[in-house]
């Protein structure tokens, strides 16, 4: 790959990453129209729609195989319960703490379930970048204060539930070897988006109340966030490596940060900002993740 294309796609991994950030902020505006399992089923039906013409530009089959697909179902059942925390979570608290917190936590809780299963080796590097994770997210939950019922508050455990969701949901995804990332998750979305109908009420739905501040939120969590995002993300996997593409998730609290202050004029406490930082370098410790690559010198 060139160095001009590789450009190309860091550029377009950076508004992926923004994508991703800016969910929280969206679910956040939308959970004031619709409750969670209606933010579900628009929000998958649409990406799902949308990710066909991308699926037939790139050549992907459509076929499945029964294996994969009864991992679909298992992990569209995740994605559920992950999406409902997600929803709960930032509609009762706030889309900085949920996106600040609950992404930083996703990879420290992927390592600890694959070392619990004994699928991950620690280390000592490893028990030091825990503890650093642990006062980070200790930090954002600001527990250093003396007011505790800050703390121990609802949404708190939604996104603690949230965080632990997604590594299960991951976890599961990757069993499915036989079959394409980007297929894998337009049949998820399907799937998804047909069990969120059993929990829906269509005659509920107040659509004379929807405005242009839902359907830009609306196409900004299908379109931007969803389609365009994990499009991008299963590619550059593809064409940079996942070495590559993990150092741009690190984006992903902050742009959440970012919006959610700039569009919901939440007020970014220090804590979340110190918090975050710690529970990244622990992150990336935990991972080996490179964020600067020594370039070869030719002599």
Not at 185 to 190: K, N, P, S
């Amino acid at each position: 790959m060139t160095d001009s294309n590789k450009n190309i796609f860091y550029i377009l991994m950076f508004f992926a990453m923004i994508g991703w950030g800016g969910s929280w902020v969206n679910v956040k505006v939308l959970s004031s129209y619709i409750n969670e399992y209606d933010v579900m089923f628009f929000r998958y039906i649409i990406t799902a729609v949308t990710m066909v013409p991308i699926m037939l530009v790139l050549r992907k089959s459509f076929k499945i195989d029964l294996k994969s697909f009864i991992l679909v179902v298992v992990t569209s059942a995740i994605l559920i319960a992950y999406m409902k925390y997600f929803y709960l979570g930032t509609k009762l608290g706030t889309a900085s703490l949920g996106g600040a917190f609950v992404t930083t936590l996703i990879p420290i809780n992927t390592f600890l379930i694959l070392a619990i299963f004994g699928s991950k080796k620690i280390f000592k590097k490893d028990y030091f970048a825990l503890a650093l994770g642990a006062l980070g997210v200790l930090t954002m939950l600001n527990v250093w204060s003396a007011n505790l019922d800050e703390v121990f508050v609802i949404h708190n455990l939604y996104f603690i539930l949230a965080s632990i969701l997604w590594p299960l949901l991951t976890i599961t995804s990757s069993k499915a070897t036989k079959i394409s990332p980007i297929v894998f998750t337009f049949y998820m979305y399907i799937v998804s988006s047909f069990m969120a109908i059993f929990f829906m009420d269509f005659t509920t739905i107040a659509y004379d109340k929807f405005d242009s501040v839902f359907y830009i939120n609306l196409f900004a969590i299908t379109i931007f966030a969803s389609t365009f995002a994990n499009t991008i993300f299963f590619l550059g996997i593809e064409k940079l490596g996942a070495a590559d593409v993990s150092s741009f998730i690190f984006l992903v609290p902050f742009a959440a940060i970012t919006l959610s202050a700039i569009f919901l004029k939440e007020n970014i406490t220090i804590s979340i900002i110190i918090g975050t930082i710690m529970t990244i370098i622990a992150v990336k410790i935990l991972n080996n993740i490179k964020i600067y690559k020594k370039k070869k010198v030719e002599h």
